[in-house]
């Protein structure tokens, strides 16, 4: 009997998936875009169901077009399937005349559009502004031609297949549309492989980002059950299985489509099914003729998909299929079997597991044949094919002049389309293959300083500092016997180190170079000026800084050169923070001039700065407008992932923390989030309780390549948490570690220092609070010289530590009279003096700037000082305002611990019962979990204690309430009061 192939059967099982896809269509119909992300395993049925879901969208009336990204190995080709659907939307023949016409008019008036699509020869080149400056206007063309394809009641559904192998570019493709969203009629259907995307998989983080966006709906498509498999089997067999036969296709494919009709496929009798995939489709390929399968061999060397006119140049290369019409004889049949499909211009594998198992049956020196068959084809012919394609079937057919001088043009191409993975890669794949290429200087007509400088600038424009030193150091230092050049590129090399905030060797990089320069004003000098500044900048040494940078400016423009001018400008505003109204304006200023003169990097400084400038002046609300226009024109420039990018990013959710908004933003714990915004994240985490917030703090604390920054947060956040757990030795630990570390990398009196140290201070006031033993134990005495100690340490950092301008900002401000007040409930606490109310009164006060969350929680303090002092009426109503606001913001903890307090104190709040004096604090907490029905083992977890203490609690109850199981503990305490459920 005959099998059907899947795509002759109705679709099987997948309703919901269906629906969704529906109901998003429905929304893209009235101006409402969206995003489909549909993953599974391969061959569980993706292509299958999209392709029903775009016959139904075409049903409907919408506009269809199908892209697809392609495994090419190490090359990369930008932008492809968006090139690919480009191209289909504005070909009358495969699209709607009245869409073909209007995006290529658009196509047409936009020149970055051209330049993807194919530069014709008289194409003017690039303009020579900043890379990703020239960036904007292509991610804008290519969102306003997806745009104008869809309309009122036809909307655009774009289907991306094989998300998985998407070039660097293609993936800031879909951020930047999926972020500039609104009332487009568009509908993206994303595909991937979800078992080809592990942790380290460089789609994961936009996966990441993705999921958290508003339009962004996830599809996971699981294996057939087995009664869908039956259902399915049928369909395509022809009639119902017997039993036997069925339960083996079930064991063997474990529900996947493609498995199991590759099963019905391999016409084995019974009992005989092949074991493996691949003998399953050796076993196919053993029933179509041997041209055909030559021919199909042929195509799986170049990938699931091929052009076809290029597929059929190189069968007319290749004995056995250079006959008169055999290679398109030989494709109609492969087409007919269903092997190959035809896609627009394209033959394309029915599965890539199909050309991945076939091109891994040939033999090495088979597959490096044809590689260079498609080579010489490509080579005589280059319309068919990419620079970066030729590149790869060079390397792979081991002619290895040809693979380096392909991809030199490869990396320029990308450079053009403004593709900096992709030049970087097909950059390194240059200098992998320079010293086995004889003159290869000669052969792309540079040097290799030139192309490992080149691959440097692409590494940072790419988000990847340390790769970027790594090249120009390597580069700066093998000019040793050209000491003129070397000293006018050192710093390039000292502006990626910056980047990592390696001053030290920075500075050193640029010593050398000011020593080698001399003092002719030159465009070398004034950058190397500049670049000093900065660095001293950032070492808080501002007077130096000054110098410098006033040095830069005067040199810039004695040789007109604005870029290092409109550099330097901005750090001379940033020394101007004393008074920031000044300082933003100098900044804007800078600004201005950064944009004339096409510098994005430097335009991106300022906005990061500006925002800085409002955000440690106390100015939260400008700072907020001002980070949402820098957050805007870093993401519509594709450069959020930049320093600046990241850095803004980073503001965003300290910002968000600070105003009280403890939601879970970008810097969840999820592989997205990269570790600088992940650790501003932590702060929120905490305040929110997050039961993983400790794993994730202590993850990144030890990450090998861990910065100060995120060593500061990461480990203050973990202070915070482990205090809010009740570990409090561990907090006080952790805090002395963190302070030691940092002070080797930056000064024993770094600024954060006061903020750790109220941290400490905090976790010993707990401790002390919390003990057993006398007030004059050895515990509490050595707990009341340790926070006399960090008291001490604060108070010299505020004095030592020198903020810019001198003066404390409101935030250190705030953090230092938080330590003094901690201090006083430590001592109240060891025995010493009540604290007084006026200490948490001054903190409220300091940090009633803006800091939502630190008033929340220190005006408990002020209400609990105020208790101890006898006044109970104002303790009463600071309490309920401490709750209300710490319910408002979701801060769990905050909001368990005034309640816990309030209870004790016998405080009256409303939904809060006085304390009964017969349960001890911890023991109302296990009893409350208990009433939850969770284990001892799970009580422990939630509490930070030992299954064991847990025991001792549970006994304890039991016998306080006279109960004997659990659950009349819990009835009993309802009865009584001390529990409500």
């Known amino acids: 009997m005959e099998v059907r192939r899947s795509s002759q059967v109705p679709l099987v099982g997948r309703e919901s998936q269906v629906a969704g896809f529906r109901r998003a269509y429905d929304r893209a119909a009235v101006g409402r875009p969206g995003v489909l992300v549909v993953s599974g395993d391969a061959g569980v049925g993706k292509t299958r169901l999209v392709t029903d879901l775009a016959a139904t969208a075409d049903r409907a009336g919408g506009h269809v077009v199908v892209a697809h990204c392609v495994d090419l190995g190490e090359i990369g080709i930008p932008y492809l399937p968006f090139t690919e659907a480009l191209g289909l939307l504005r070909a009358p023949a495969a699209s709607d005349d009245d869409v073909a016409g209007r995006v290529a008019r658009l196509i047409a008036g936009r020149p970055a559009l051209a330049r993807l699509l194919g530069p014709g020869d008289d194409e003017p080149p690039l303009s020579g502004r900043d890379d990703q400056a020239e960036r904007l206007p292509l991610l804008d063309g290519i969102a306003s031609a997806l745009a104008i394809a869809g309309r009122p009641g036809a909307p655009l559904v774009l289907v991306v297949e094989d998300l998985h192998w998407a070039d660097p570019s293609t993936r800031d493709v879909l951020r930047f549309l999926v972020a500039r969203m609104r009332t487009e009629h568009l509908l993206l259907v994303l595909t991937y492989r979800s078992d080809d995307v592990d942790r380290r998989h460089p789609l994961r983080p936009l996966l990441a980002e993705l999921h958290r966006m ?111 019409g055999a290679a398109t004889a030989a494709l109609r049949d492969a087409v007919a079997r269903q092997v190959l499909t035809v896609e627009g211009v394209h033959v394309t594998f029915r599965h890539a597991l199909l050309a991945e198992a076939l091109a891994l049956d040939l033999l090495p020196g088979e597959r490096a044949t044809t590689h260079r068959t498609y080579l010489a084809t490509l080579s005589e012919r280059p319309d068919l094919g990419s620079a970066a394609e030729r590149a790869h079937h060079a390397r792979q057919g081991h002619d290895l002049p040809t693979a380096l001088a392909a991809s030199a043009e490869a990396a320029d191409r990308a450079r053009e389309l403004l593709a900096p993975g992709e030049q970087l890669r097909h950059l390194e794949n240059v200098l992998s293959l320079w010293e086995s290429v004889p003159d290869a200087a000669g052969l792309i007509g540079a040097d290799r300083v030139d192309v490992a400088l080149e691959a440097a600038g692409a590494a940072s424009r790419d988000g990847r500092p340390t790769r970027a030193v790594q090249l120009a150091e390597g580069a700066v230092t093998s000019l040793d016997d050209s000491p003129r050049r070397q000293a006018a590129l050192r710093h390039v090399v000292a502006r990626y180190q910056l980047e990592l905030d390696d001053l030290d060797e920075a500075a050193r990089q640029t010593d050398l170079a000011l020593t080698a320069l001399g003092a002719e004003p030159t465009a070398e000098l004034a950058a190397t000026l500049a670049t000093r500044g900065r660095i001293e900048l950032n070492r808080d040494e501002d007077d130096v800084a000054r110098e410098f940078l006033e040095r830069a400016v005067a040199v810039a423009r004695a040789v007109d050169d604005p870029v290092p001018e409109t550099d330097a400008l901005t750090s001379l505003a940033v020394l101007e923070v004393g008074d920031p109204d000044e300082a933003a304006r100098l900044l804007e200023a800078a600004r201005d001039r950064a944009v004339a003169a096409g510098s994005l990097s430097t335009e991106l400084r300022c906005w990061f700065n500006l925002v800085s400038t409002r955000y440690y002046a106390g100015q939260l609300d400008a700072a907020e407008d001002v980070l949402r226009a820098g957050l805007a024109r870093a993401r519509e420039t594709a450069t959020d992932r930049g320093s600046y990018g990241l850095a803004m990013r980073e503001l965003a959710e300290l910002l968000r923390y600070v105003r009280g908004d403890l939601r879970a933003g970008e810097s969840g714990p999820g592989p997205g989030a990269a570790p600088t915004v992940a650790a501003a994240g932590l702060y929120a985490a905490v305040a929110r309780g997050d039961a993983d917030a400790l794993d994730r703090a202590a993850a990144l604390r030890q990450d090998g390549e861990i910065d100060g920054f995120v060593l500061l947060i990461a480990g203050g956040c973990g202070v915070d948490a482990l205090t809010w757990a009740g570990r409090y030795d561990e907090a006080v630990e952790l805090a002395g570690d963190v302070a030691e570390r940092l002070g080797t990398v930056w000064s024993m009196y770094f600024l954060g220092r006061i903020w750790i140290s109220a941290l400490a201070l905090a976790a010993l006031a707990g401790a002390a609070e919390e003990a057993t033993a006398g007030r004059g134990d050895a515990a509490q005495a050595e707990r009341r010289r340790r926070g006399d100690e960090l008291r001490t340490i604060a108070r010299r950092t505020a004095e030592r530590g020198r903020p810019r301008g001198g003066v404390l900002g409101p935030e250190g401000r705030a953090w230092l009279q938080r330590a003094e007040a901690e201090h006083a409930r430590l001592v109240a606490a060891t025995g010493g003096d009540p604290a007084d109310p006026e200490v948490w009164e001054a903190t409220v006060q300091e940090f009633s700037y803006g800091y939502r969350y630190e008033v929340a929680r220190s005006r408990l303090r002020w209400a609990q000082a105020l208790f101890a ?79 064991k203490t847990v025991s001792v609690h549970v006994s304890n109850i039991l016998a306080k309430l006279g109960a004997s199981r659990r659950a009349e503990a819990v009835a009993v305490a309802t009865r009584r009061g001390l529990l409500t459920l």
């Open 214 to 324: 508003q339009p962004v709906e996830h599809v996971e498509l699981d294996p057939f059950t087995p009664d869908e498999l039956r259902t399915f089997t049928t369909a395509v067999h022809g009639e119902p299985l017997p039993e036997a036969d069925f339960a083996e296709v079930l064991r063997r494919s474990e529900g996947n489509a493609f498995f199991a009709e590759e099963l019905l496929a391999a016409d084995a009798s019974p009992g005989t099914l092949p074991w493996t995939l691949a003998d399953m489709l050796h076993a196919r390929m053993q029933h179509l003729d041997p041209t055909v399968q030559q021919l199909v061999r042929l195509a799986s060397v170049a990938g699931r998909q091929v052009r076809e006119d290029l597929l059929l140049a190189v069968a007319a290369r290749t004995p056995g299929l250079d006959g008169p």
């Open 869 to 947: 002092a006898g006044e109970r009426d104002t303790a009463e109503l600071e309490t309920a305002e401490a709750l209300h606001e710490a319910e408002a913001m979701g801060a769990v903890p905050l909001v368990e611990a005034t309640r816990a307090w309030a209870r004790r104190a016998r405080v009256a709040l409303p939904g809060v019962r006085r304390q009964t004096g017969l349960l001890t604090d911890r023991e109302e907490e296990v009893l409350a979990l208990v009433a939850e029905g969770l284990s001892n083992r799970l009580i422990g977890e939630r509490l930070y204690i030992t299954t």
